[in-house]
């Protein structure tokens, strides 16, 4: 077990080396060029990015000598529904708190009547601001929550990009590696946030007009992934294998911006309502506060030494 362990360890550096090198290297390419100021390669480039982490665990493999029966792809339902279940609607379900909790904290920075949002697709689309305004504000939002539930599951395959490398290879082996799933998470949640912090410095979720940018941006985005990072940990741990994780992944993605609808212009994106923020993102920090502090139950085979083991790193 001793070996099994330093592998893990071993995996685990080489890895977070890895991804940060390609990553941070790619995303210099598209400041240096000014690529990234053009919206369509900017996208492609950000949808690129989601693979490097799976990319980057197969490399790592290979360079350890590790094999790939373990690499969570099994879908494994049977006694699992319940996870998928989870990682389908919390997702939703945390946008819409984060939300609410937001507006609560700001009521002054809440417009029921999306003037705001309206006014920014007006010059672009001015009959679907017509369009929209003929739909009751209640029926959109629920519509557009609806439509993230559904997105999500298409926005699975660039997911499972990540999710692959993360809750797939990352997770497993920091478990192993340190024998506390409390610090495998919350170390896998920061890795997982200054990944993010090249494309936050661009711009990305929270523009470049807040105090403290672009600092205070990169903090908010590594203690939301610290936060989610504990849900997707959570569910793939449980069902044993990496697709929950990827749908709770596309639904995030999907939906975490619904409640910028309702918002006014004097909106604080660092804070919220986008749910990958300080304030909106309280909620998030409950349930996965939940989870670390009963995190010792929910991982027992691997802090306590059962009998059922989650984390097989063989080598060829």
């Not at 995190?295 to 802090?303: G, L, M, R, T």
Request: hydrophobic share 50%.
């Amino acid at each position: 077990m001793t070996e099994n362990r330093t592998l893990a360890k071993k995996s685990s550096i080489i890895f977070t080396v890895l991804v940060m090198v390609v990553t941070y290297a790619f995303v210099a390419w598209l400041y240096f060029s000014n690529a990234y100021q053009d919206p369509a390669i900017y996208t492609l480039s950000l949808s690129a990015m989601m693979f490097f982490p799976t990319l980057c665990s197969i490399v790592t493999r290979l360079a350890t000598g590790e094999n790939f029966t373990d690499m969570y792809l099994r879908p494994r339902f049977k006694g699992h529904v319940r996870f998928y279940l989870i990682a389908w609607l919390l997702p939703a379900v945390l946008t819409v708190a984060g939300a609410a909790f937001y507006f609560l904290i700001f009521p002054k920075r809440f417009d029921g009547s999306m003037g705001y949002y309206l006014s920014q697709i007006a010059a672009d689309a001015p009959e679907q601001v017509e369009a929209v305004k003929q739909i009751p504000v209640a029926a959109f939002i629920l519509y557009q929550i609806g439509m993230s539930l559904f997105i999500g599951l298409v926005n699975i395959i660039p997911a499972c990009g990540e999710e692959l490398g993360w809750r797939g290879f990352f997770f497993p082996r920091l478990l192993e590696a340190t024998k506390s799933p409390v610090c495998a998470m919350l170390i896998s949640g920061v890795i997982w946030g200054v990944w993010h912090a090249p494309i936050i410095a661009l711009g990305h979720n929270y523009g470049t007009e807040y105090a403290g940018y672009p600092w205070l941006g990169i903090i908010t985005m590594t203690v939301s992934c610290v936060a989610f990072g504990v849900i997707l940990c959570y569910v793939s741990y449980k069902a044993k294998s990496v697709w929950p994780a990827a749908i709770g992944h596309g639904i995030l993605n999907a939906g975490a911006s619904v409640g910028m609808l309702l918002t006014t212009a004097e909106n604080t994106p660092v804070l919220g309502p986008l749910t990958l923020a300080l304030v909106a993102g309280v909620p998030t920090i409950i349930v996965a506060a939940v989870i670390l502090v009963k995190s010792k139950k929910i991982f027992c085979d691997e802090a306590e030494g059962g009998e059922e083991s989650n984390v097989v790193i063989a080598a060829e």
